[in-house]
């Protein structure tokens, strides 16, 4: 059964870091903004999502994620008891044990790093881009918290190259995503 | 009961228009993409939701969505039975009857009135709201379609200054909402 602070409040104040798990719900709203942006349309976007207890869901772009949620916790009960997805011609999700975020990193071939905190430097995400375009960087790696308070358990800036803010307030993990997406998509993927 | 398709499918396909029908889902995931923008965080949104029986519902900027899909349906129930969601101090919610879309419309004080569709011309929003900037056209009013296939029943045309399309391919309606919201806040709301 997957953890939901909705339904299981009360189970959860006893769980060590209660107030920061059970959300899956983020995970649902994240998955729906970044596999139905016109980024991942383009087949220009990879999503992996790492849980708190280092494991790792690799997410197919051709992924059709289901809207509704009810049916989203269906499918990450069935992820985590089979540790796979798969419809006959390919995998869409893959769950992958005892690896770390910076071990994920390691395996991707990113030209910058980057972690998204209201820790970080303020940036305008457009003039930003634009400066890693003119350097010749497009693989962008971009870290964005799921967790519905407080700051990343690891330490960021040793796995990052640069941590941004986007705003002054927390934002959610899916107001993140959009705006990244879609700047990305203006600076990178359209002709100058 | 709100309807859900994907819990009252059998009973739907006997309705009218039934494969149109049934998706408060995305209307949640569109709330939670518009309400938690930067847009809206710095005061310059207002949503309405307008339904296929010309029901609109009116949201205050500064009500907190609940996240969790079982919860929204809890509250749009509720919204339906009373006409009115309020906290001790405001209205977040209002629910008007009989009020079609062109009278939503003649209601505000936009600049410019746009519909979003794919059967519209293809535009880039950054460079499509840079010069609806230089007309001073600070007031838009974007019309974005909240079900699950098919075009607009009303005639857009008759309604809007103005049919856009921003990809070849169908887009979710929070998806089209990200692209108008980031572009927005990039374009309109930040010095030159």
Known sequence: MILDA???H???KKLPDGRRRGRPD???LFLLTALESIVNKKGQLTVVVHTRNNKAIYVNPETRLMRNYTRFIGLM???FEKEIIETDEKI???LQHDITLKEIIEKTDADMIMGFSTQGKHVQLPEYFSTLK???CPHLLCIIGGFPSGDFQCDLTAIT???ISLYDDMLSAWTVASEILVNYENIFLRCP
């Open 6 to 8: 909705s339904f299981h």
């Open 134 to 136: 003119k350097k010749k």
């Open 10 to 12: 009360s189970a959860m």
């Open 161 to 163: 190259q640069d941590i």
């Open 77 to 79: 009960e069935q992820l």
């Open 26 to 28: 983020i995970t649902h």
């Open 92 to 94: 869409l999700l893959q």
